[in-house]
């Protein structure tokens, strides 16, 4: 173990527990990598009668899990009244889990606090520091010191001399701040396909990417190719090493074959013991099932898998390290957690700094409700249904973060909503009152969020290239966080969620909406749609400045900012699949004055559609966006039509790649759950059968075959399964291109019937 250096500067690359405290990682400017350990024994707190606390601080000393430090006085969270409450110090950041274990064990009378607060935050804001922290860290101990410390775990010293002190440059909240060189490393695999969810230890290739140089390992013998990888490794020292289904398949694949070939891989710089997992976990969340994969960090570099990172695919790495720094959470837990979690890890940072005490299973039970009550109350947002059909001119505009700008604005937070004190300050419809005296916590975080993200649109705005691309990315990510922190409010499980604030925040919406059509209609305007937080309205000959005017009342009428996202030359509001005569909220397509196009719930936006149907529509919907209105529109039919044709030949003619049929779908439950034929059922079982499950919430690959075959496993192949000679199903392949043209073209009234009839007149398919 090394022993820190009296005096270094640099930045906080990595913390983690170790025993008896943490590891911290720092870079310094040269980029190189130092170790130091920081003992580090957290705080959490116990509130009861005074023979229960004396019974479980007996029981977790002589366990040497936690030790009693006295009594103190912090804050309750949904009162705002100090309690007294049992401080402890946990021995061991390590042994968290086997203490709540011990207090998972229920203790009647006894509330805990703050005992299942992830380390790393407990540290950082223990310390005064955050990930990517530039800092200036010294500290005195030495192995010995370290070792002795370790085994006897003593508490901790009120003011440990050989506790690591750090000085900080600067804030996390600062909107420039310096980085650290780093060197990034990418591993691929042509396995990844074939393999993947599955450690088979089969990797036909893998390529590695860094400092502009590539290198390709054929397979042959894993021993060269395992020693090569670490020489390169040793080579290029990365900071950070990117792949592509990384935790799902790689990462554990090439484990297995170091772990048979019996040669270490140098992932971690410092040695570890890995167990080999094969399987994440699937949940169930909004309505849809999730995959997890399983989490393979590495210790002292950074492991990041695009594929198992929601905000490593929509922000890259800028917006990564955005979060990691607000929120305390080390960048490559962050990069495995989602939005949700950096929001929730920001208001337990700003619980610990009021001294605010956090419950670990929280108690507080939805009020009860009548039916009428829940009618009331349980509307959610206000949609207006769009009028279907072709538009031009029409001006959509847009709240800014509305719900979030909303909970600031109101003081909206799960402590502050139905107070006592403020009864005259109701909610619209429900009657909820929300608290002026003190500020709620949700308030606190999300106040500052709001600024920073305009201010970064600023500066987005005022840039140009990858520094814009950078400061996108950081805005990005916060809007993420921003628009998940009202689902998290009315989550029963969230730290900081109740029912109650949710339906606040709605209420509050609905009638800003409806205040804001009813000023827009005043003005002349005509509303086609309204949904949540955006209105389309459109009125003969109005202009920008009309707009924009309309926008202002607004503002200065509902007290939420309320901005002009942009005039459509031509929008075209598209009725259900199931039902022409129903009207959709979310599928409709235009084409902004700026040229921009905005797609929501057409084809080509769906995951399931097939590459090679995407890519027309994608080609149709340019075409048309040429259109400076709705008789460019028409005019550009024949264009589209074109298109059409085009790739209908070549699925005719067979002039198609298997890999542009494909077709993603997610699998909902295990192989052998599925009991009829769908096509992904089908898929899923072949996968299985050849010993490479798809797990629920993972997406299986596959082409039609043959739609109809009475055989029902030559209906559909599984991608990694295909034959050279496996044919495809033109038939169904025309039927979706038809589908995706009709979408586009439904309002001048050509449907799949008429568009087969155009390709039977063209020769491509038989007549009749």
Not at 486 to 510: P, S
Not at 520 to 549: P, Q
Not at 579 to 584: E, F, G, K, N, T
Request: with cysteine; charged share 25%.
């Amino acid at each position: 173990m090394h022993s820190p250096a009296p005096l270094l500067t640099g930045w906080i690359f990595d913390v983690y527990p170790t025993s008896g405290g943490m590891v911290v990682w720092i870079v310094d400017a040269e980029g190189k990598s130092h170790h130091l350990v920081d003992p580090f024994q957290p705080s959490f707190y116990a509130a009861g009668p005074i023979k229960a606390l004396r019974q479980l601080a007996s029981d977790l000393s002589k366990l040497r899990l936690a030790e009693p430090v006295g009594m103190t006085r912090r804050q309750e969270f949904w009162t705002g009244e100090p309690r007294d409450v049992l401080e402890f110090f946990l021995l061991d950041p390590e042994r968290q889990p086997a203490l709540l274990r011990h207090l998972a064990v229920p203790r009647p009378g006894i509330t805990l606090y703050d005992c299942d607060l992830a380390p790393a935050l407990t540290y950082c804001h223990a310390r005064g520091i955050f990930p990517f922290a530039r800092v200036a860290v010294s500290g005195t101990m030495t192995n010995d010191q370290w070792e002795r410390r370790a085994e006897s775990r003593e508490p901790r010293a009120a003011n440990g001399g050989s506790e690591l002190r750090y000085e900080v440059e600067g804030s996390a909240w600062d909107l420039d701040y310096p980085e650290p060189p780093l060197i990034m490393m990418a591993l691929a695999s042509q396995g990844d396909e074939q393999g993947r969810g599955a450690p088979l230890g089969k990797l036909r290739s893998l390529t590695i990417t860094c400092e502009g140089e590539e290198t390709i390992l054929e397979e042959g013998d894993p021993e060269t190719l395992l020693s090569e990888l670490n020489r390169l490794i040793r080579r290029f020292d990365p900071h950070a090493i990117i792949t592509d289904w990384g935790d799902a398949f790689l990462v554990p694949a090439l484990l297995d074959l170091a772990r048979r070939a019996g040669i270490p891989l140098e992932f971690d710089r410092e040695v570890v013991r890995r167990r080999i997992r094969t399987a994440g976990r699937s949940y169930f969340s909004y309505g849809r099932v999730v995959y997890q994969a399983p989490s393979y960090p590495f210790f002292g570099r950074w492991h990041l898998d695009s594929r198992n990172s929601f905000i490593l695919k929509e922000t890259e790495v800028a917006g990564l390290l955005e979060l990691s720094r607000l929120s305390k959470v080390p960048v490559q837990k962050m990069a495995r957690t989602s939005p949700g979690s950096a929001i929730s890890m920001m208001q337990l940072d700003r619980a610990l700094t009021d001294g605010i005490l956090t419950p670990w299973k929280k108690g507080e039970p939805e009020r009860w409700k009548t039916a009428w009550d829940l009618l009331v109350a349980d509307k959610g947002g206000l949609v207006y249904q769009p009028i279907t059909g072709l538009y031009e001119n029409v001006a959509e505009i847009d709240f800014a973060s509305m719900y979030p700008a909303m909970m600031v604005h109101h003081n909206i937070s799960p402590e502050t909503v139905d107070c006592a004190c403020c009864p005259d300050n109701a909610a619209p419809e429900i009657g909820y009152s929300t608290c002026r005296r003190r500020d709620g916590l949700v308030t606190w975080t999300l106040r500052p969020i709001l600024a920073r993200r305009q201010a970064l649109k600023r500066l987005r705005n005022s840039a140009s290239g990858a520094t814009r691309a950078r400061y996108d990315h950081r805005q990005t990510a916060l809007k993420w966080i921003l628009v998940t922190c009202f689902g998290y409010l009315g989550y029963k499980n969230a730290r900081f969620g109740r029912i109650e604030a949710h339906e606040t925040v709605t209420a509050y919406a609905r009638e800003k909406l409806l205040a804001a059509r009813a000023l827009a209609e005043e003005r002349g305007f005509r509303v086609l749609h309204a949904i949540v937080d955006s209105m389309w309205i459109v009125k003969a000959g109005a202009t920008e400045a009309e707009v924009l005017d309309l926008c202002r009342a607004i503002r200065e009428a509902v007290g939420i900012d309320i901005n002009l996202e942009g005039i459509y030359k031509w929008v075209s509001f598209l009725p259900s699949r199931v039902d022409p005569a129903v009207s959709v909220a979310n599928r409709y397509l235009g084409a902004f004055r700026s040229g921009e196009l905005k797609l929501r719930g057409i084809d080509l936006r769906r995951s399931d559609t097939p590459p090679l149907v995407a890519e027309a529509q994608q080609r149709m919907v340019e075409a048309l966006a040429r259109a400076e209105d709705l008789a460019g529109f028409a005019a550009r039919i024949p264009e589209v039509l074109k298109i059409f044709v085009e790739y209908a030949w070549r699925l005719r003619e067979g002039q198609v790649r298997m890999a542009d049929l494909t077709i993603r779908r997610t699998v909902s439950k295990e192989a052998g759950e599925y009991k009829g034929n769908s096509q992904v059922g089908l898929a899923s079982r072949q996968m299985a059968d050849r010993g490479v499950p798809v797990h629920p919430g993972e997406r299986v690959r596959y082409i039609i075959s043959d739609a109809e075959a009475g055989n029902a496993e030559a209906r559909v192949r599984a991608i990694p399964f295909l034959a050279p000679d496996t044919p495809y199903d033109t038939g169904t392949y025309l039927t979706l291109l038809c589908r995706a043209v009709e979408t586009l073209l439904w309002h001048h009234g050509y449907d799949c019937r008429r568009l087969l009839r155009i390709l039977a007149e063209r020769g491509v398919i038989p007549t009749g």
